[in-house]
């Protein structure tokens, strides 16, 4: 995938099965994304509608440190914000493939922390399957952001007192990949670097039936969430104008955090 910038994707295709593989590849930046990221994913999703040789996607992250841990922060203080409680630029609205009209099934293999932003692929993914080393955070009460898009996302995966827990207690806490598997957040917990492997076997399934049928199942699906999506959604540009910390704080608070300091739940 090109866009003019460093390619921060990797895909594989398997013609045969229709399976493609999305890799997140920037693992010195524990797959943060960063905009040419965001960019090539919705550019991705948006050329895919057409590839009918594709008919199942996987998602993961390059190295074994991180599936994704949201928005780079050197892209966050790069967007500017409109003046206005109401409206919101957020470059992560549309990594995902429901954002862009894509309705072939999204699997998520997660592999280390998956945080933050990452939750926008997460939400859109029909199922997460985890490696054992997983888990999963919302760090942005400690960093003085209000967790509006992500928290909202999450409680379509997960009862409320999970969801508000993860957003409230923030870096201090880290939800295992065996915990996700009981709150319904992960469907499978795999051996040690099987993730990949175990997603790609359902993928391959899930290629070989009936495009027209998946796709009909996947929209059903999503249509049994979206009308209280879309409704949640439309609150959070001004609780996040409202609630956020100024930028330079922000940036404060996330150069004064310090390793470890956490639990894993």
Partial sequence: MGTGATVTLRTTTDRTTGVALLTLDRPERLNAI???????????????RYDDSVRAVVVTGAGERAFCTGLDRDAATAVPQPNSPYAIEDPLLRIGPKSNDCWKPLIAAVNGMACGGAFYLLGESEFLVADPSATFFDPHTGYGMVSAFESILMAQRMPYGEVARMALLGTAERMSAR???EVGLVSEVTEPGEAVAAAVRC?????GYPTEAVQGTVRACWAAWEAARTHALAQAPHLISLGNLPADRQSELFAGRRPGGFRVR
């Fill in 34 to 48: 960063d905009l040419p990221m965001a960019d090539q994913l919705t550019k991705f999703w948006r050329e895919l």
């Fill in 179 to 181: 915990r996700a598997r």
């Fill in 203 to 207: 993928a391959e399934i899930v290629a």
